[in-house]
């Protein structure tokens, strides 16, 4: 061939590879967005379906919870509290617990409030929600905290309640700067207090509860210390004043909950008995049941009020910031009447009618019998799982 034609072929050659290089990365080009816009298109049907099911999720449970008959409640929208804590700005943050974190908020009207966020990893759920509004919204008494309304956008779960100024009861009693600040007359009101709403809750409510979780984290004080019940979203309603149940699932706080409940699975009016002598015994001492040392023995707050009341020695529970302002027979009756709430079995212990008329009356109290948690020599084993000082438990029994 003529080098002129061989010049021409090796062109169209060139020519042709590079048209065909070409096709090939238009055509992968093409491939590739032809899937990433199908996988656009897929996910923005999820994402509508997503916030369709949350729509209707969210839907759902507002009807849930007006079935129950909680019209009167008020409904807030996540815009408002929003607005109400700066969108829940860090800065507004107040506390945490196991429901999730609590902030500090301020509504168009100017009242101050406090707004419970569901966490997205706390244990307790959308049935925890339900039951602490379902339980308190009807509740109405001066030594219960005020629900004030909820929210349920989306995911979004969140109870309002009324603001109470001074927190809980836990961060005077256990703090040693601000436990000088609550003299034996506060002390004694809280007492007090605490024991009419427990009673206000086993006997004279609309709704008959057991609240399962007593302990002095849960109890909030307002502006002039008066105490008041708080965190439901355990508690359960029962029908009759010896009545007994049984869970699989046992769950509130080591240090308050009663043996037949931690070992057991058990529980009744008298488990919140147990839960009261025991925070009556800290309100006294100033120091928790769970984690209490002493260098002459192991045992817990309990065991140690147990052993000074066999050697008549009771004052000596009380702590040394009272020494100025105790009533001696008042702090004796209270100790008194604190390990009558903590006896062993459950049928020993008085109900809470029995406990607020001993807390005002100067009549003869029986005699305790021995603590639950009580050894000669060491620590119950209940008590000994974890060093960790309070924590929530969720323990499962083969039945």
Request: net charge positive; glycine share 8%; charged share 25%.
């Amino acid at each position: 061939m003529a080098t002129s034609e061989l010049s021409g072929q090796s062109s169209f050659n060139e020519t042709k590879r590079i048209l065909t290089l070409v096709l090939s990365v238009l055509s992968t080009v093409l491939l590739l967005s032809t899937i990433v816009y199908a996988l656009k298109k897929k996910r923005k049907r999820r994402q509508k379906k997503g916030r369709g099911n949350q729509a209707h999720n969210a839907h759902k449970d507002h009807s849930s919870l007006q079935n129950k008959n909680l019209d009167e409640l008020p409904s807030f929208s996540l815009h408002e509290i929003s607005m109400a804590t700066d969108d829940f700005n860090i800065d507004n943050k107040i506390g945490e617990g196991g429901f999730g974190p609590v902030y500090k908020g301020l509504l168009k009207n100017g009242q101050v409030i406090a707004v419970k966020r569901l966490s997205k990893t706390s244990d307790q759920g959308l049935d925890e929600f339900k039951n602490e509004v379902i339980c308190i919204a009807k509740l109405q008494h001066r030594n219960l905290v005020k629900l004030l309304g909820y929210c349920i956008h989306g995911n979004e779960k969140i109870l309002i309640y009324e603001y109470m100024d001074n927190k809980s009861l836990d961060s005077f009693l256990f703090d040693e700067t601000r436990s000088s600040m609550l003299d034996w007359p506060q002390r004694f009101g809280i007492i007090h207090g605490i024991a009419r709403g427990i009673l206000y809750l086993h006997q004279d409510s609309r709704h008959q509860i057991i609240h399962r979780d007593l302990k002095a984290a849960n109890i909030l004080l307002d502006s002039e210390m008066n105490p008041k019940i708080s965190d439901f979203g355990l508690a359960r309603n029962f029908v009759g004043q010896d009545g007994m149940a049984r869970t699989k699932k046992v769950v509130g706080t080591y240090g308050y909950i009663p043996p037949e409940y931690a070992i057991h699975g058990r529980f009744s009016i008298k488990s919140d008995v147990f839960s009261f002598g025991v925070i009556v015994l800290e309100i006294v001492c100033g120091k928790k049941n769970r984690g209490f040392s002493h260098e002459g023995h192991s045992d817990n707050l309990l065991g140690h009020a147990w052993r000074l009341y066999k050697e008549d020695k009771s004052i000596e529970v009380m702590g040394a910031s009272l020494r100025n302002s105790c009533v001696v027979p008042e702090v004796l009756r209270s100790i008194h009447v604190g390990l009558l709430c903590v006896q062993h079995h459950a049928e020993d212990r008085p109900t809470m009618l029995s406990v607020v008329l001993m807390l005002i009356s100067e009549s003869t109290l029986p005699p305790p019998k021995k603590p639950a948690f009580f050894t000669e020599d060491n620590y119950p084993k209940v008590e000994s799982v974890s060093s960790q000082e309070e924590y929530m438990i969720t323990l499962l029994y083969a039945r």
